[in-house]
């Protein structure tokens, strides 16, 4: 969570690291700031509220001069988000500024020592206690920047990606990593710094990312040094070329980049099993699972670790693994697993999902089964990020940048990717023949056709949006392999339109929540044609006679559920596996039209990050 960019070289820094931060908004958006170096004065402004408030409040009130500066966008942890707990903040003398992503675990003690030495403290941050640890030593040992915050950092407990400016060095800006993202930007005669290379995509497409425990000293004109910072030993930098575009990352015509990316999911889709599926060669080629395969084939069981939406794609994948492959899976929140003492084997596989690659608790869940010797297979979208760099192997979704916070397209690339292991492994297992592995394979070739075709229902959504924008409640129920769809439903609903929404597994609904349906209830039931439809039917029976409001997702022609629902919503015939990729589209645009109308913030919900590297 925050996000934070730093420039230094010729150019003005002004506009290239407010720029930057609205690029990095979706890591956090409850405050702002910026700290600009014009070579005698650090001039620093930040505000509550949003890069653009910052601007307003910046352009008006300091000199945006400087070739140096470092900026902020913050998801408060430590301190209620208002203008003083916002970053940057500056030591004591006034000399060090510094911003900080993460978290100081043991900032109390710090800064209680701090305290009786005789600094002051004017923000509830952990991070101002890091500015002044570091200005202590700097003091104390009588040593340069780059060294006071290796001593600084080998005394804090916790994550960051910082970066420290020092009003004694105009060209210089220091930077450390510990679980929190942090790239540097290679440029002509300037560097960059930010959380994800986006902020400097303009300008260079050469990049190094840190490692945990790695700081870089950036010196204008020198070349960047890397040191580890337990031991100081020198680490060699290795650079990396930036695939991203500028393209990508902005919104194409579309008012939000969720709507946006609701809309590329064909294209995402097929990207991720391009050159993967060869469906005329009857053949799945994926070098992560290629090179890997015995360990899947000897796993005594697979556990699958995720949060969020990627944990609601890892139950579509337990469903698939367990039907197609006939592997026991086990699906697990990752912040759960790492906290529950689980038994864990070296005959175990561990599938970690994650659209980021950052998430804590995927990362920390991750750590746990490697220490316990399961081979570790990481499905991520960012590529080179920490999940993806600490798993032993793994296949990378091609979805492209995500912006919007609400998960859409990570979600069913997840699945795509997902699907294709448990089919190379039905193969190899010989569950499946020759015939049946085709008819996945060509049928997986046409679901870009089909969200295409969904995609279409798209006005008929908003007009069903228009009708439920102002209930308090929503239901989704779903079967089988539509009860993760149900979950992502009632999830994509609350985190954006801020109306409470559950999911259930239909038949759990007699169980309890049916007391909760009266007229005024609207329940989103998806219904498609394979699996449990007569079943589902029933539900959709109990639920009419208690006068709920039903919304059907059913496979088109469907003629038994249009007549018991009060809307329907048609998806294309699939296979049954296959049928998430098609019934979480209306729902996402469900969730949508309906936060659109209630004038929420689509992609940028109240409380939420898009990264969630804090426990
Ligand atoms: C929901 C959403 C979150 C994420 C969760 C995990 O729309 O985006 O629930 O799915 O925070 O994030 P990743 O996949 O980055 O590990």
Redesign the pocket.
């Given at each position: 969570m925050c996000g934070i960019v730093g420039y230094i070289g010729y150019r003005d820094a002004y506009p290239i690291i407010v720029k930057g931060l609205q690029r990095l908004e979706y890591r956090g958006y409850d405050s702002a700031g910026i700290a600009l170096f014009d070579g005698e004065e650090i001039n620093l402004s930040k505000t509550k509220g949003k890069v653009d408030d910052l601007k307003k409040k910046a352009e008006g009130s300091i000199s945006l001069k400087g070739n140096l500066g470092i900026g902020h966008t913050r998801w408060a942890t430590h301190g209620a988000p208002n203008d003083v707990n916002s970053h940057p903040h500056y030591s004591n003398s006034g000399d060090l500024v510094i911003i900080h992503n993460g978290i100081i675990e043991n900032y109390d003690a710090i800064k209680k020592e701090l305290i009786n030495r005789g600094y002051v403290f004017s923000s509830d941050t952990d991070t101002e206690v890091l500015v002044n640890l570091i200005e202590e030593v700097k003091r104390k040992e009588n040593v340069k920047l780059g060294h006071a915050v290796q001593i600084a950092l080998n005394q804090v407990v916790g994550a960051y990606a910082i970066a420290v400016i020092d009003k004694q060095k105009p060209d210089e800006i220091v930077v450390a990593k510990l679980g929190s993202p942090l790239a540097i930007g290679i440029g002509e005669k300037e560097f960059f710094v930010a959380s994800d290379a986006s902020p400097f995509i303009e300008y260079t497409n050469n990049a190094v990312y840190l490692e945990d425990e790695e700081m870089a000293i950036i010196r204008l004109g020198k070349e960047i040094k890397l040191r580890k910072i337990k031991d100081n030993s020198i680490a060699y930098p290795s650079i990396q070329e930036l695939q991203l575009n500028l393209e990508e990352i902005e919104k194409g015509g579309f008012e939000h980049f969720m709507l946006k990316e609701i809309y590329e999911q064909p294209r995402a889709i097929l990207d991720t099993y391009r050159g993967r599926l060869l469906a005329k060669e009857g053949l799945i080629r994926m070098a992560g699972i290629d090179e890997n395969l015995e360990k899947f084939l000897n796993a005594n069981r697979i556990i699958i670790v995720?949060?969020?939406?990627?944990?609601h794609a890892g139950l579509v994948a337990e469903y698939i693994f367990e039907d197609l492959a006939r592997i026991p899976v086990e699906v697990e929140y990752a912040s759960e697993f790492r906290y529950r003492n689980p038994v864990v084997t070296e005959n175990d596989v561990l599938i970690a999902?994650?659209?980021?690659?950052?998430?804590a608790d995927?990362l920390a869940a991750i750590k746990l089964a490697k220490e316990k010797g399961a081979f570790v297979f990481g499905v991520c979208n960012v590529v080179g990020s920490s999940i993806a760099r600490e798993t032993d192997a793994g296949a990378y979704t091609h979805a492209g940048p995500e912006i919007g916070?609400?998960?859409t397209k990570?979600f069913t690339t997840q699945i795509t990717v997902l699907t294709l292991l448990a089919l190379k492994l039905a193969k190899a297992k010989g569950v499946f023949n020759n015939t049946r592995f085709h008819e996945y394979l060509t049928e997986l070739e046409q679901i870009p056709a089909k969200v295409e075709e969904v995609l279409l229902t798209n006005p008929l959504v908003e007009i069903i949006a228009d009708v439920y924008k102002d209930s308090p409640n929503c239901l989704y129920l779903g079967r089988g392999y539509n009860f993760p769809v149900a979950l992502e439903g009632a999830?994509?609903l609350k985190?954006i339109s801020y109306i409470h929404a559950e999911g259930y597994p239909a038949a759990e609904m007699k169980h309890g929540p049916i007391a909760l349906i009266d007229e005024h209830m609207p329940v989103v039931v998806i219904a498609t044609s394979k699996g449990h439809y007569e079943k589902i039917v029933s539900n959709i029976q109990e639920i009419k006679s208690r006068k709920g409001k039903i919304i059907a997702v059913v496979t088109k022609g469907d003629v038994q559920v249009r007549e018991l629902a009060d809307h329907v919503i048609e998806v294309p015939e699939t296979l049954e596996n296959l049928t998430p990729l098609l019934t979480t589209i209306p729902l996402q645009l469900l969730s949508y039209h309906i936060a659109v109308m209630r004038g929420c913030n689509v992609d940028q919900p109240r409380n939420l990050a898009?990264?969630?590297t804090v426990e």
């Open positions: 995720a949060c969020g939406t990627s944990w999902i994650s659209q980021s690659g950052e998430t995927t916070v609400a998960s990570a999830l994509k985190e898009k990264s969630v």
